[in-house]
């Protein structure tokens, strides 16, 4: 199974500030016949199901807002909140589809205003 | 708008059998894989099940393979899991969610097993 792992677990930043969450996985998402990168990120505020905030590692859904963006390719990824703002709190997860299941999930950041 | 609405958690025995139901609307369910997703007390996400929008793939986490099953009902847009063998590691919010990369989601069910 591919593990993906997430770094920090924890991180607070600044209000207007740049946050950023590492997601790497122990093996390739990239498939190379599409040149797709099978990774998505997951935000989960307190109470609430975890949303789709991107697929495809960089591929905003919509009505997300563009302070959230996604980078990275291969085994080692990035989720970027430009400008962070008090409702961005919450724990964001990776998670990786490549292939045929499990698609697992990283273990999770948790985002705290500093 | 997708709606998803999970039922059927509950305080299950370890050892005893529970059946979850995903009511869906909002979209066309039979054009959809949907999947199953638990999430443990104060832990991470853990994906455990996809079944085809036909109904003829099914995928399952090596943790719970051979105990759970998924189904679906696509004249009843619902989606189900059946879960035996209940053991104290299953207690989780069990989410039903649309599509392999889930793109929406149910606000879950809690299933507890304690004797």
């Known amino acids: 199974d591919i593990v993906m792992t997430q770094s920090p677990d924890s991180l607070a930043v600044s209000l207007g500030e740049r946050a950023t969450i590492n997601c790497k996985s122990s093996?390739?998402?990239?498939?190379?016949?599409?040149?797709?990168?099978?990774l998505a990120w997951y935000q989960q505020k307190p109470g609430q199901p975890p949303k789709l905030l991107i697929s495809?590692?960089?591929t905003r859904e919509s009505g997300v807002p563009d302070r959230f963006s996604g980078s990275g390719s291969g085994t080692d990824f990035t989720l970027t909140i430009s400008s962070l703002q008090a409702e961005d709190v919450a724990v964001y997860y990776c998670?990786?589809?490549?292939?045929?299941?499990?698609?697992?999930f990283g273990q999770g950041t948790k985002l705290e205003i500093k | 708008q997708v709606q998803l609405v999970e039922s059927g958690g509950g305080l299950v025995k370890p050892g005893g059998s529970l059946r979850l139901s995903c009511a869906a609307s909002?979209?066309?369910?039979?054009?959809?894989?949907m999947s199953w997703i638990r999430q443990a007390p104060g832990k991470g996400l853990e994906w455990i099940s996809y079944?085809?929008?036909?109904?003829?793939?099914?995928y399952y986490a090596d943790s719970v393979k051979g105990r759970f099953t998924i189904s679906r009902d696509n004249a009843k847009n619902s989606l189900y899991l059946q879960m035996n063998s209940l053991r104290a590691e299953d207690t989780a919010v069990y989410y039903c969610?649309?599509?392999?990369?889930?793109?929406?989601w149910g606000q879950g069910t809690l299933v507890t097993v304690s004797s």
């Open positions: 969610a649309r599509a392999r990369i889930p793109d929406g």
């Open positions: 909002g979209f066309t369910f039979s054009d959809y894989y």
């Open positions: 079944i085809s929008n036909s109904g003829s793939i099914m």
């Open positions: 093996q390739s998402v990239l498939y190379s016949s599409n040149n797709k990168n099978y």
């Open positions: 495809w590692a960089s």
């Open positions: 998670q990786q589809y490549y292939s045929t299941p499990p698609y697992t």
